[in-house]
């Protein structure tokens, strides 16, 4: 009859499977409770595999190059042990004390900036090969600033050099921006050569109107009052600190914004981004100005930071450095922080590696470059190996090949 509830096996059983499905609401905890662990050590595993993989074949075949390369010194015994020897002293060197630790934290920070400059890049499918002249950029425009500002008050002179700095590092980041959302020259072209006329240009100034008078070797004015105030150690300065901040900005930015939204889908897939109404071409120049801006920072650090000063020959590795950094750490902001303190810790280690190993700091560029070898190479490893579950490859977004506009097909 209709209006009326039936009743019998089939809705007693319903009930009962309702009343089961109930239960664990009301009673025990769920399963999922009991996963939610297990799942996030399924997701560390998947992410961190590979890159504890590549460093530790790394320091094997260092270690090969070590022993290889012993019967090459003349009169000095084979010792079967030094690169263990070499690694404690890179150890030591590098963590060893207070002084060591500090050091390693200041060679980590320009590291940091770079990374998350190239790996802010990587995001929206942009290979920012320009981090050193950027950072040279940002360098020379720090030194302008902060001799000018050298007799001010630090609360105006440290701001007004560091910002002159990040804005010299974005404008050398904005050309190849626009440079690609106009004509779609590669980026990777025009920031390699980008990187040259930075070189020279920092060498022309340095030796000519910004040089000391009368100085045997081209140099510039110290900058003053605009040099980072140290709080802790004999040289760790608030560059340390300003950086950790760019790393939980640069993740909030890309993970927690619209625009960062936008960043990442420009970066998967222009087209499709071009089809939701976003502006890849607008994305494109305002992430490599961003882009530019932190590798001007890390240019900043060093020079308000470490030097004071410039010479014309001011340079590092940290531009190419970056590249490395930004690549271990998979383009994560956050990853992007132990990546470059690891950099960190191989650049101030390896001076007391060299003092009691007699190995040379050179071998260091050779692990980094290693490191990065067995990065890209990490699809074959995980084929080779038959890991299961776990990432590997270079993520640099889908737009990376592929000029603004071209459709793919």
């Not at 490395?324 to 956050?334: D, F, K, M």
């Amino acid at each position: 009859m209709s209006g009326t509830t039936p009743t019998g096996p089939a809705s007693g059983a319903s009930a009962a499977s309702s009343g089961a499905s109930a239960a664990p609401a009301s009673g025990a905890p769920s399963a999922g409770g009991e996963a939610r662990p297990q799942n996030l050590l399924r997701r560390a595993y998947s992410v961190l595999a590979i890159p504890v993989l590549v460093f530790v074949l790394a320091l094997l075949v260092e270690a090969i190059i070590i022993l290889a390369s012993e019967p090459l010194i003349p009169g000095k015994p084979f010792d079967p042990w030094l690169w263990v020897t070499s690694y404690q002293a890179l150890i030591q060197g590098s963590l060893g004390g207070p002084d060591p630790i500090v050091q390693t934290l200041v060679n980590t920070t320009p590291l940091l900036f770079g990374g998350l400059a190239v790996a802010f890049g990587f995001k929206a499918g942009l290979f920012n090969i320009g981090a050193q002249g950027q950072f040279l950029v940002g360098a020379l425009g720090a030194v302008i600033a902060g001799v000018a500002l050298a007799d001010a008050s630090p609360v105006i002179a440290i701001p007004g050099a560091a910002l002159v700095g990040l804005a010299a590092g974005a404008l050398w980041g904005f050309i190849p921006g626009f440079l690609k959302a106009t004509s779609g020259a590669h980026e990777v072209v025009s920031t390699i050569m980008l990187n040259y006329v930075a070189v020279q240009l920092l060498a022309a100034l340095v030796s000519g109107p910004l040089k000391v008078p009368r100085s045997p070797s081209p140099v510039t004015f110290d900058v003053g009052n605009a040099a980072f105030p140290i709080f802790l150690g004999r040289n760790g300065h608030i560059g340390i600190i300003l950086a950790l901040i760019a790393a939980a900005f640069v993740w909030w930015l890309l993970f927690r914004t619209t625009w960062g939204f936008e960043i990442r889908a420009v970066g998967a897939n222009p087209d499709a981004a071009r089809y939701a109404g976003m502006r890849p071409k607008l994305i494109t120049v305002a992430t490599m100005t961003f882009s530019g801006a932190l590798a001007g920072l890390a240019g900043t650090s060093v020079l308000l930071g470490v030097t004071h000063s410039m010479t014309s020959s001011f340079g590092t590795t940290v531009g190419f450095d970056s590249i490395a950094v930004a690549l271990l750490a998979r383009s994560n902001p956050i990853a992007v922080i132990p990546a470059a303190l690891l950099f960190g810790m191989l650049r101030a280690g390896a001076g007391l590696m060299q003092i009691r190993a007699q190995i040379p700091v050179e071998l260091v560029d050779v692990l980094q470059g290693t490191i990065l070898l067995f990065f890209v190479a990490s699809p074959v490893l995980r084929r080779a190996l038959r890991l299961r579950g776990v990432q590997s490859g270079v993520t640099t977004g889908g737009a990376v090949t592929r000029p603004l506009g071209e459709a793919s097909h």
